[in-house]
């Protein structure tokens, strides 16, 4: 069966400092892969979504930054962390093949101080 | 712009009841939907989706039902128990595009 892995859990970082995010996906090829940022009892905002290793597109501009350097892995990064870079940051990923659902990791919950 | 909202934010229900959870979607080009459940401090599960062709499916405890004509989707859940206690995501999406669009969400308590 597919897995996919997010970690940290928690991570708590200060302002201006670098930040890495990584996802992995199990048992599956190719995937379809997405970060969102939920914020505090709110709804999702798509980030960034790759359809293959390489690709990035990105949904808003930002201060993160996406990228896929296997099959099965996904890095949310940043240079230089902001205040408004808090919330929860959720890795996604689905089959390529068109109306397929998205199956969410378990989150990273980032506090910038 | 396009965008799936849902009409109420809350819902209590008492358990063992059967409660639904509404969803609005405005883009007529959508032709799938999902249902998703997501508990405090996880991320959202998959519980539910439905195609287009289609007006009505069942899964355990769970049905959806859609409605193109008004552009409405709702969730069923019969026998609520205290498990059920989540936020509820609608999403909707269009072959050929990998992207969904997730509503706000609806705050479902069971109340024991």
């Known amino acids: 069966s597919q897995t996919i892995h997010q970690w940290p859990a928690t991570l708590v970082q200060p302002v201006g400092s670098p930040l890495s995010l990584e996802c992995t996906v199990e048992?599956?090829?190719?995937?379809?892969l997405y970060w969102y940022r939920q914020a505090a009892g709110r709804g999702l905002q798509l980030l960034f979504y790759s359809v293959g290793i390489g690709q990035i597109s990105s949904e808003v501009p930002q201060n993160l930054s996406a990228s896929r350097p296997q099959d099965r892995q996904f890095i949310l990064s940043s240079k230089k962390l902001l205040l408004s870079d808090s919330g929860f940051y959720l890795c996604?990923?689905?089959?390529?093949?068109?109306?397929?659902?998205?199956?969410f990791g378990d989150g990273t919950r980032l506090s910038i101080l | 712009g396009e965008s799936v909202g849902l009409h109420l934010p809350t819902l209590s229900v008492q358990e063992g009841d059967n409660s639904i959870i509404n969803c609005a979607y405005s883009?007529?080009?959508?032709?799938?939907f999902i249902w998703y459940k997501q508990e405090s401090g996880k991320g959202p599960q998959f519980i539910i989706d439905i195609r287009s062709n289609m007006d009505k499916r069942q899964g355990q405890r769970v049905t959806v039902l859609l409605n193109k004509t008004v552009k409405h989707l709702s969730l069923q859940i019969a026998a609520t128990q205290p498990g059920d206690s989540a936020v509820y995501f609608c999403a909707e999406g269009v072959f050929g595009n990998e992207k969904l669009t997730f509503g706000t969400g609806t705050r479902l308590t069971i109340i024991p």
């Open positions: 048992g599956t090829s190719n995937p379809n």
């Open positions: 883009n007529s080009a959508s032709d799938y």
């Open positions: 996604a990923w689905s089959v390529n093949t068109g109306n397929q659902p998205q199956h």
